[in-house]
């Protein structure tokens, strides 16, 4: 046996490990991989929202960020060409190493920065240390209510939470990740379509699809098991998860995840440059590819379809056929308005249910997440069981589409009446949209520098934007205040809601009982019930994935058809960089501006505007989904296109094999009338 079949790394092929040198140890490896980098997908998105609020980055600013993954993948078509040509094990284990790279890098910043101050001030050991360090005797001198003005500290631990490096840390990690995942699709599936029968290929690639599914609903378990630990475990937090300011351990995940992927280049890289069966399996192939194959496709796919190697010469004039591919085009850009419409529930989907149902960064993706998920899973089986079975035309499989997008739209317009009742912020007129912090119970509290930090008055579930503005003049313990001046004007309401609460007359009750209650607020916002809510949006999102994905077969297999045998891998990199161009780049970055605009809390420090704090929920809603649904319109005026010029395509390939009966039949009509006239006899 050759080392160019072996199973091994510099020069060392041990014995034992040439049994695992098969196309299932393989695909093995590389189906759990890819359940890993799918895990390593759904982590970014769900613990978005605590980067923004650890380094104050807008949602505009993390859109852009994102798209470092994508613009690597394009920058990064170069790879797969000369890749494709070499050792591909080892080129996919030095992309899943950039992959655990990037994991890696993602959270240097936190060993770098460390938790921050913001999130320290709401410990245990960071408050009492400050109360105790203090020396303060008088209660009109507490830190909530202080008569002396505070100027704002903008030392070098506060700058660095606006600091541009921790943002350029994690746009580098994207583009690191985007070249890991190119390399990781570019390459694994052909070496395992080259190393396998052609028969097997489509369980094979089925098998690892599934494992790649599972990859997100353990993303989304990884999210809720990391970000349910205080950012620095070690301390002990005076708010709850469902604190807007709490700030869950989103570094965690990323070690777990870059040391996972580092086993996985490792062994990958142990895999031979060919396996051992692929030589047999060349010569099972060796008819099919003896001579040129020549197919002569309808009207936009019309021309010549020739079996061979493509070589990078052949790149230009490649890249024309497709670009001037009518078809193809129209269908990629339906895929286009596609993505963009679901952009805010790919990239943004835990801000969302942070901003419309009081979730935490965790617990709202945890349900949300995997019923999605099998929603998305059940309409690529149900679509593909159909069209396997039933194998409709062009144009019904591909009028389906229309139906489907249509059945989006009306989703996205259902999503906006889809919400949680606003919650009560006393200094916020959701109205016009503007933010009053003073007040004359708290004009001698002197709170224009102390930053939203949400205190509850229980009684009258009113939320203020601190207890300083509250104007409390006492701490009660770690989470309680009292004597808060400007809760005075809600005694009439209290007091109704006590009578009626508990039928009881409030001379009936201790004299202090009634004042405790009025003065007192409580750390944190105001609790509401968002479960019926929540609820019913991931019953939508389920059907309308279900749906969604009913109809992404038909485009596949278009752009599988509608192009020469020879430019299908290319067809699928231009497709790939289209949609990374025009919606995974773009789509972010326009969605995260959208929800900037409706902010009404920012968090400023030292003069700088960092991430929102409180958005306006109806405002958010609306922006958000009407926008998505005038996407996916364009993307179903689309589709009304390439329904019409699909007319005549062979989508099942059933001309194909025709040719290839044919031709086999010819081969043996001459075999058999060269025998029949070697055998004839003279007379």
């Known amino acids: ?23 299932r140890s393989f695909i093995a490896v590389y189906g759990l991989l890819g359940t890993v980098q799918s895990m390593a997908f759904i982590y970014i998105i769900v613990s978005l929202t605590t980067l923004e609020k650890r380094f104050k980055i807008p949602s505009r600013t993390t859109g852009i ?18 890749g494709g040509s070499g050792h591909r094990p080892r080129w996919i284990a030095i992309g899943v190493a950039c992959s655990a790279l990037s994991c890696l890098i993602l959270a240097l910043p936190h060993f770098i920065y460390g938790p921050g101050q913001d999130a320290l001030a709401l410990t245990r050991e960071y408050l009492n240390s400050t109360i105790l360090s203090t020396g303060i005797l008088k209660k009109n001198e507490l830190p909530i209510c202080s008569k002396f003005s505070r100027p704002e500290r903008c030392d ?16 580098f990690s994207q583009f690191i990740l985007g070249i890991g995942t190119t390399l990781y699709y570019g390459l694994g599936q052909t070496y395992m379509d080259d190393n396998t029968k052609k028969k097997n290929t489509p369980m094979l690639l089925g098998f690892t699809f599934a494992l790649r599914t599972v990859g997100p609903a353990i993303g989304f378990v990884l999210s809720f098991f990391c970000l349910n630990f205080y950012i620095d475990p070690t301390l002990h937090p005076i708010i709850d998860k469902k604190d807007p300011r709490w700030l869950g351990a989103w ?10 992927m580092t086993i996985f280049a490792v062994l990958l890289a142990l895999f031979p440059h060919e396996l051992r069966k692929s030589r047999s399996i060349k010569k099972e192939d060796a008819f099919s590819e003896s001579e040129p194959l020549k197919v002569e496709p309808p009207e936009e796919c019309s021309q010549k379809m020739i079996l061979h190697k493509p070589t990078l ?15 193809l085009m129209l269908n990629i850009f339906s895929g286009v308005f596609y993505v963009l419409s679901a952009t805010p529930f790919m990239s943004f989907v835990a801000k969302y249910l942070e901003v419309q149902f009081s979730t935490s960064p965790g617990g709202g993706t945890l349900i949300t997440g995997p019923l999605t998920l099998m929603g998305m899973v059940l309409g690529f089986i149900i679509s593909g069981c159909v069209i396997g079975k039933f194998k409709p035309s062009p144009r019904p499989l591909l009028f389906w589409n229309i139906v489907v997008g249509l059945s989006y739209i009306a989703g996205q317009i259902a999503f906006t009446f889809i919400s949680c009742k606003n919650s009560n912020i006393a200094e916020v007129n959701l109205d016009t949209m503007k933010l009053n912090l003073i007040s004359p119970c708290n004009t001698a509290c002197n709170c224009e520098l102390i930053k939203y930090s949400p205190v509850c008055h229980e009684a009258t579930g009113t939320t203020f934007f601190s207890a300083c503005h509250a104007g409390c003049q006492s ?14 004007n809600l005694h009439s309401m209290v007091k109704n809601t006590l009578l009626q609460g508990a039928s009881l007359r409030l001379e009936d009750q201790p004299l202090n009982t009634f004042q405790t209650v009025i003065d007192r607020v409580t ?31 038909g485009n596949v297999l278009l752009n599988y058809r509608c192009v020469e045998t020879r430019d299908k891998s290319l067809a699928q990199g231009v497709a790939l960089m289209v949609v990374s161009l025009f919606a995974l780049i773009p789509g972010p970055i326009i969605f995260g501006a959208i929800m900037d605009s409706t902010c009404l809390v920012w968090d400023i420090s030292c003069k ?55 031709i086999h039949q010819s081969k043996n009509n001459e075999k058999m009338n060269n025998i029949e006239i070697s055998n004839l006899k003279p007379l």
């Not at 046996?1 to 196309?23: D, E, H, R, V």
Request: net charge positive; proline share 3%.
């Open 1 to 23: 046996m050759s080392q160019y079949s072996k199973c091994g790394f510099c020069g060392i092929y041990p014995k034992w490990l040439q049994n695992f040198a098969t196309s």
């Open 251 to 260: 570094w965690l995940g990323w070690i777990i995840l870059g040391l996972i």
């Open 313 to 327: 010469k052949d790149f230009p004039s490649a890249l024309k056929r497709i670009l001037t591919n009518k078809l």
């Open 523 to 553: 750390a944190g916002p105001c609790k509401q019930n968002c479960f019926p809510p929540y609820i019913m949006f991931t019953i939508v999102s389920t059907i309308i994935n279900i749906l969604g994905c009913s109809g992404r077969i």
């Open 156 to 171: 070098e631990d506060s700058l660095t939470d606006t600091s541009i490096i921790p943002r350029l840390l994690v746009f």
């Open 608 to 662: 700088k505007k960092g991430n929102c704090w409180f958005y306006h929920k109806d405002q958010f809603r609306y922006y958000v989904n009407i926008t998505a649904a005038c996407f996916c319109l364009i993307g179903v005026i689309f589709d009304a296109f390439v329904c019409y010029y699909s007319k005549g395509i062979d989508l099942y390939g059933e001309q194909e094999e025709t040719e290839k009966k044919r």
């Open 475 to 488: 701490i009660i313990n770690d989470t309680n205040f009292g004597d808060c001046r400007c809760v005075s």
């Open 65 to 82: 960020i994102l798209s470092g993954n994508e613009i690597s993948q394009i920058l990064s078509i170069l790879l797969i060409y000369y």
